[in-house]
DNA sequence: CCTCATATTGTTACCGATAACATGTTACCG
DNA sequence: CGGTAACATGTTATCGGTAACAATATGAGG
């Protein structure tokens, strides 16, 4: 009587090989597709394979090659239109190259981005994107010492640590506060969180004022609707709490498409005519803009674009190519019915 | 002169193990926090460990100890805030027993979960969590034969894999259903997705029908927008198309609330009142149905809660529990002004 | 001064796939 | 018919941690 087959081993390459009276490098092969295996036998190991329910291990595969099949991300949220569809863009051009993406989300804090790329470093990626140009020092030297390439996304950081992809806030806003101008609208607000906790925001800011001062407009006044992330609600309870004083101003520009509506929907409630007696916009060119009513005037950002021209990057990379790149992916600015 | 160190050579815990003078095992003890090493001894590593740039090695670990520190999660759509927050709920309940979230998203085609599914058990997850109960039959055999621990979120399938946790959509329209009986709207139409192509939605249109059908309503309307996923332009898409035919009806019913913004908009935009001539629903409580104007009413679907407690469960199964859970998590009807 | 528990460190083997190299077989050439 | 290229498969060592077990040192108790 032998001893029985330990039923919670996992199946490997080799209980497939004996199987088929074949050497476990036979069976890795034809699994992979090699052309040098018989068409004959890699039939048969496939048959095997199938029959044994063997499952391929990538943990095994990525310890011996070294090659974990991973791409790290970092976004601030996940819970977030724009960002989600960049992910898409990420991942839908990244299958092909059989890569798979290793998510993390900060919450708009620069420690949990660090504890993450410290957490996902040690898992050996191929490459690690991150969201923005704005990092703790420690993340920085953990980034310098890894050899792993670097793409910062979405903004474009005026000292980056590799590779660029993305655009620049300053000079969508430049679009977007011309355009109020020539309506006539001329004393603005900016309503976004507390710039400190959104980089991204902040930038969007500076450029709002850098414009504004361009075209001789009286200063914007800033209003922060507290910490990042903001979103329709904070919008809304904004100018709900001003009430009719927004009304001190022409035009109310909005850190995002959520706030902007949130902000509207708001002004609405309160009896204050949109565009007529203010005007609003947001950024992003969510959904909710374009459905809105009235539409919401914006600034389109390409989010999946920078998505998969992420991931071209990437292949350029992998391909050799070290020279960082520095990709301008731009933006639209979008003419809704609130301006 | 000695042979220069190769730089590319990646620093392990024997290179720690020779700057300190000890051996490997000692390292690994030494910054797991092994309370048997010496506490100097635990120092001296660590420093050296920073001195040389050492980073763990998670993928080494994994495959030694047999255990990825993976738990798969498999979304359909990771845009769309409900998932977003499951997700969410999940990765900060996860984070504290040092699990990591290898994520992957379906686009609502089971062929792709299938694909998926392959995909990541071949990283050998410690646990893998699926949204919904509907999967092909070679999905439920790889599931079956993998010695992995299953919990079905979102939905409460009839015919579990394993673990479910989920809320039941039937009892949602139950009660959405009833109210808009209560107040008198007899005549309903449902505005969905084709419904191959979205279970979930599906599900919420049987219990519609049911629910109908138990009130002696007139059999509700269904109104196909197209393959899943639909948003807000198909809900808006759909009602410009229908034109004042939708006052046909006396209640819309919109599988998701992003839908029955866009229909309500649209209605607007037509000069079709809201909810005077015909009331409008959404399901999910996404932010929009809150702050629009009208606020729509909607089903409140808790979906942080489905991760943390889909987390809870994992804990459960990592500490030994074997029997499956079926954890309802309940709905809530919420009322707005559209209805 | 010996015994034995406690504290600390070391040794060995191994997780599963695969790169690099070696070997065996067939086929075709002059 | 010997020689060699082309094809197909096998052997060995290895990636970086760590479980299991072994070994040594230290100190308390008798």
Known sequence: MTTPPDMTRRVTMRDVARAVDMSPMTVSRALRGDQTVNPDTREKVQAAATQLGYVYDTTAQAFRTQKSGFVAVILPSINNANFAETYRGLTDALVESGLQILLGSTGYSVEKEEALVRQLLARNPQAIVLTGGHHTDETRALLAGARVPVVEVWDLPSDPLGHVVGFSNADAMTDLVRHLADGGRRHLAFLGAEPETDRRGAARLDGLLAAAADLNLPPPKVIAAGPAPISMRHGA??????????????????????????????CQRLGIKVPEQIAITGFGHFEVAAVSNPRITTVGVYASQIGSRTAAVLQDIFAGQTSPQFIDVGSELILGETS
């Open 237 to 266: 309870s904004v100018v709900t709490d001003m009430g009719r004083d927004v009304t001190d101003f022409n035009a109310l520009v909005c850190v995002s498409d959520p706030v902007a509506f949130g902000a509207m929907t708001a």
